[in-house]
């Protein structure tokens, strides 16, 4: 039970630090451009 | 239409990076490195964003982000080959570029262990014992019986406490971490 919990524990420990690192600007930058070259690809439809 | 499917389009892009930190976890579980669980979460959005039609809306995008995930890792491994595995090379290389990030000395022992499982034992219990999802649903990301993924987990328990266990305090035999708690325990 306790050799369990305690594994239980550190592996959510370890998850949760990588989570609370939040989102790096690489991914913010790369979804920004796919939004934009959609809403590029649309507005040319429209056209 | 196309205003339903703006709508949708920023629902999509809203939940992707509500699910991005829990992804990027699984990524570094994975992989066992940033540099290459950044890639692989680069791989994964680029390929959910080109597949948007096939996600259908209202149903669990982490459970399909993290299935395009694992699929695009495997299927990577495969293609590059199996890369020989030197945990402890690849680990003091990790810390030595983000020690801050590993905190105490327990936990880069955690690491290791956790690195040591085999690939279908730490997806297992990383999903269900981290991640956040029901052994059901983690059986739908890995394609197999749900079963398979209870004994996966339960496997990877007892490898984990055996690493664990025997690390650091092999003088003192399989009853050392019990000994240890039960001298913390009384204060010794």
Redesign the interface.
């Known amino acids: 039970m306790?050799?369990?919990a305690s594994?239980?524990r550190?592996?959510?420990?370890?998850?949760?630090?990588?989570?609370?690192?939040?989102?790096?600007d690489?991914?913010m930058e790369?979804?920004e451009r796919?939004?934009q070259a959609?809403k590029n690809a649309?507005s040319v439809d429209v056209k | 239409m196309s205003k339903e499917g703006e709508i949708d389009d920023r629902g999509f892009k809203r939940d992707l990076l509500a699910s991005l930190p829990n992804l990027r976890a699984f990524a570094v579980s994975l992989t066992g490195r940033h540099d290459k669980a950044d890639d692989l979460v680069q791989d994964t959005i680029m390929k959910a964003w080109a597949n948007q039609t096939s996600f259908t809306a209202g149903t669990n995008m982490r459970a399909w982000l993290f299935t395009i995930l694992r699929n695009e890792f495997y299927s990577q491994m495969r293609k590059r080959g199996r890369e020989v595995q030197d945990s402890d090379g690849l680990f003091s290389e990790r810390f030595s570029v983000h020690p801050e990030q590993y905190g105490r000395l327990d936990m880069q022992d955690f690491r290791k262990a956790l690195d040591k499982l085999p690939d279908d034992q730490r997806e297992a219990i990383v999903l269900v014992g981290a991640a956040g999802f029901a052994y059901e649903e983690a059986a739908a990301i890995c394609g197999c019986a749900v079963g398979t993924i209870k004994s996966r987990v339960s496997r990877a328990r007892t490898r984990l406490q055996e690493l664990l266990g025997v690390s650091g305090e092999s003088d003192y035999g399989p009853d050392a971490g019990d000994a240890a708690i039960t001298a913390r325990a009384f204060g010794s």
């Open positions: 306790q050799p369990n594994i239980s550190k592996l959510r420990e370890f998850y949760d630090a990588v989570q609370d690192e939040g989102i790096p690489r991914f790369l979804l796919l939004d959609e649309k």
